[in-house]
Nanobody, 131 residues
Framework: QVQLVESGGGSVEAGGSLKLSCKVS???????????MGWLRQSPGNGREGVAS???????????SYADSVKGRFTIAQDNAQNTVYLQMNSLKPEDTGMYYC??????????????????WGQGTQVTVSA
């Protein structure tokens, strides 16, 4: 069973930065061929929405995708050597507040993806941005 463990959340003021990490276990990124990993967030009263995802083609190319609301501010990166997926978040805004989940797709795809596209989930890490 694929296990995902997020870390790096916290409370910051608007304009600040955070870097989230997602450690993957029982599944070796890079050796499994093509993969799609994603970060989704959930704010109170809402479902999980895609923030960023990365499609790895099994070779040397990674294809990131971002929600319009975070383009230019967030960067997703997959480090196969560390078996970890990162989300660098800069210029944070209060509307970025939410629980951030790392997720792995059972069937790979290119693009941001909806919640239903992902089969494996971490427990989430809370991000709170104050004005």
């Amino acid at each position: 069973q694929v296990q995902l463990v997020e870390s790096g959340g916290g409370s910051v003021e608007a304009g600040g930065s955070l870097k989230l990490s997602c450690k993957v276990s029982n599944y070796t990124l890079g050796r499994a061929g093509r993969t799609t990993m994603g970060w989704l967030r959930q704010s109170p009263g809402n479902g999980r929405e895609g923030v960023a995802s990365v499609y790895y083609d099994g070779g040397s190319t990674y294809h990131p995708s971002y929600a319009d609301s975070v383009k230019g501010r967030f960067t997703i990166a997959q480090d196969n050597a560390q078996n970890t997926v990162y989300l660098q978040m800069n210029s944070l805004k209060p509307e970025d507040t939410g629980m951030y989940y790392c997720a792995a797709a059972r069937y790979t795809f290119y693009g941001l993806g909806q919640e239903s596209a992902f089969a494996y989930w971490g427990q989430g890490t809370q991000v709170t941005v104050s004005a």
